[in-house]
């Protein structure tokens, strides 16, 4: 192996402000790779047979609009990968403990749903993640199998071991936290990641350099350090990483552009959701023609987790109209098993696998329900249920809930009221819902119409 240098120009940077973001480049928009064309003026674009409406899902058109669609420099759909985090990153989040056979069960349920990449664990935490990984290897089920590694030359040796065929080579590349979280002086963390990238190349491993704390990095400091790495040392691939979630989705180009200027590599962003951005920064540095994105299953993961693969990989396909070959049907069963095998909860409206997102509690809503779901059940939301694997929608009955959400539960009763009758049993169930802060069970509304029906 190479020896690493005790010195280096990186490691005695000044640091300079970032200057501020500028304007995307104009581009074509990647093109689904089945269905209709997007429209080619801009005037009012036509519904039927165009990619915001099929008969599966019904988003803006205003998405596919030429002016619109001109900033983008998505790669081809069959070049963007899915790497997913959530048996690593995904576990680290607080509580969170997988054994030996969760892991094996979530990374099968990954791949049946067409995962690109799976990144199974750190064999350095435990004997059991070690084993895990290992024995994912010799499952086979698909999906390339990536071990994660803290920038050590045992970690690496480790990796290996376990049958891998890459690994994501962690360091971090911040000046402050260098300093204050790990204590070393710069020149560590460059001398550490040339060394253990070197003999990742060594291995034959393929190699993601994954610099923590990126975003949050002096671009100088940070530039100079890639650069530095992808010279002396090694990488594959150079993750863009968001630690702290503390990117905008506006500034995702600017830090794409100079990275770029630097740095000739595969770029795959890796974006945490502490405000909320990671699908939105990680949709921003595909748009810039990035391949790869980190995600995990329903964003768990550390802090506030990672961008929801569902979110991103749904968005992708109806909001642009790119189709990276993901099972979309899997979503609900895939984030229902890591939630059970997490012991975690979600809101329950959470986007596209809450509990109750197809559940219509407005009286207003359960009357276009009744109207449309046989014919027209795009008028409901912006996709059907069995687009990703949910529940059909149900009208169920609360304080909300009027006229015909007791019509729809009749029905279900094969039972009968008059007008007067239907009202007086819409006050008796706001009443109810009020008082046991909830919706009411079938049992519940059957007594309310027995006392009105019958006395």
Not at 238 to 262: C, M, N, Q, W
Not at 285 to 313: D, F, K, S, Y
Not at 332 to 360: A, D, F, Q, W
């Amino acid at each position: 192996m190479a020896k690493v240098s005790k010195t280096s120009k990186t490691a005695k940077k000044i640091t300079k402000k970032v200057r501020a973001p500028k304007a995307l480049k104009a581009s074509k928009a990647a093109k689904r790779a089945k269905g209709p064309k997007a429209a080619k003026t801009s005037a009012a674009p036509r519904i039927k047979g165009t990619p915001w409406k099929t008969d599966k899902w019904f988003v803006s058109p205003w998405n596919y609009e030429p002016e619109v669609v001109k900033q983008f420099k998505f790669p081809p759909a069959k070049d963007i990968k899915i790497h997913d985090i959530t048996l690593r990153d995904g576990e680290q989040q607080a509580g969170i403990a997988y054994s030996l056979e969760d892991k094996l069960r979530i990374a099968r349920a990954l791949a049946e749903a067409g995962v690109h990449r799976i990144e199974t664990g750190m064999p350095a935490v435990s004997k059991v993640d070690e084993a895990a990984i290992k024995e994912i290897v010799q499952a086979n089920f698909g999906p390339d199998i990536f071990a994660f590694s803290r920038c050590m030359v045992s970690d690496v040796k480790l990796a290996k071991e376990c049958g891998v065929k890459g690994v994501v080579v962690e360091i971090p590349s911040s000046e402050h936290i260098i300093k204050h979280a790990y204590g070393w002086d710069l020149q560590k963390a460059i001398d550490l990641s040339i060394e253990a990238t070197l003999l990742c190349k060594e291995l034959g491993l393929y190699t993601v350099w994954f610099p923590i704390d990126a975003s949050r990095a002096d671009l100088n400091w940070f530039l100079d350090l890639i650069e530095e790495i992808s010279t002396k040392g090694h990488m594959d691939a150079l993750a863009v990483v968001d630690t702290f979630g503390g990117i905008s989705p506006h500034a995702v180009p600017y830090l794409i552009k100079k990275i770029r200027e630097r740095v000739k590599k595969p770029l795959e962003p890796h974006f945490h959701d502490d405000f909320g951005m990671g699908v939105a920064n990680t949709l921003m540095a595909l748009a810039c023609g990035c391949t790869v994105a980190h995600t995990t299953v329903t964003g768990i993961g550390e802090r506030a987790g990672n961008a929801a693969m569902e979110e991103l990989v749904l968005a992708l396909l109806t909001m642009y109209g790119i189709d990276i070959g993901i099972k979309t049907e899997k979503f609900y069963s895939l984030s229902k098993l890591v939630r059970e095998l997490s012991c975690t909860t979600i809101p329950s409206n959470r986007p596209i696998v809450g509990e109750t997102l197809l559940s219509v509690e407005s009286g207003i809503v359960a009357s276009w329900v009744r109207r449309c779901r046989a014919e027209n059940p795009l008028e409901l939301g912006p996709f059907i249920p069995s687009l990703v694997g949910q529940n059909p929608v149900e009208i169920v009955m609360g304080k909300s809930s009027g006229i015909d959400c007791v019509a729809e539960w009749l029905e279900r009763m094969n039972a009968d009221a008059s007008l007067e009758q239907r009202e007086a049993i819409v006050l008796k169930v706001k009443e109810a819902s009020i008082q046991k802060k909830g919706l009411l069970t079938q049992e519940e509304f059957k007594k309310i119409y027995d006392s009105v029906a019958h006395g």
